[in-house]
């Protein structure tokens, strides 16, 4: 199984930032289905390691809390860009959250995350389209903001490869408390 968590996003928050899209040649953009922000990326992990993760993550209390969502990237920075994202503005609280899945996750035995957390949604990405066409649209597009985004769950996701892309699917859900 190829294992990945994640904060979904509400369906009306999916539908405004796919609203974003553009026709350009050389992106292809996310389908909204699969807008989410990564927390951890597990990769292969063996059926027998799902009960204990399950475990696990059910113990991970936090409370549910919003987000704005605003701000443009790409990676890598420097050299030929292949992802487009929106991000995060303010993280602090999704930082939190990310940490404490990561050490529940590092404490089982997956490998620890040697990049910094960089919170976002990746809306495309690049083949073929030059860095100064994708910073015009990033440009474009820089007071976009979505405010106030609930994050009241994350999301044990299955990751399937197929020639189009990836396919997720749902293995389970951890909802955040409401106080």
């Not at 992990?45 to 605003?70: G, K, V």
């Not at 990237?73 to 602090?92: H, T, V």
């Not at 035995?109 to 910073?135: C, N, Q, W, Y």
């Amino acid at each position: 199984m190829r294992l990945f968590i994640a904060a979904p996003l509400p369906e009306e928050v999916r539908e405004k930032v796919s609203g974003l899209y553009q026709p350009m040649d050389g992106l292809r953009w996310q389908p909204q289905s699969q807008f989410h922000i990564t927390l951890k990326f597990l990769g292969k992990t063996d059926r027998e390691q799902l009960p204990e993760l399950i475990r696990r993550l059910n113990n991970t209390s936090y409370s549910a809390f919003q987000i704005t969502i605003s701000g443009f990237g790409i990676f890598p920075e420097k050299g030929r860009p292949k992802i487009l994202w929106i991000g995060i503005a303010s993280p602090g609280l999704l930082k939190d959250l990310q940490k404490k899945i990561e050490q529940q996750c590092v404490e089982m035995g997956f490998k620890a995350e040697d990049r910094p957390f960089v919170p976002h949604i990746t809306l495309a990405r690049i083949k073929g389209t030059s860095k100064r066409d994708v910073m015009s649209f990033v440009n474009q597009h820089k007071k976009v903001r979505f405010p106030e985004v609930p994050v009241n769950k994350f999301v044990l996701y299955e990751s399937k490869l197929h020639p189009d892309g990836a396919v997720h699917e749902k293995v389970e859900e951890f909802p955040l408390s409401a106080d």
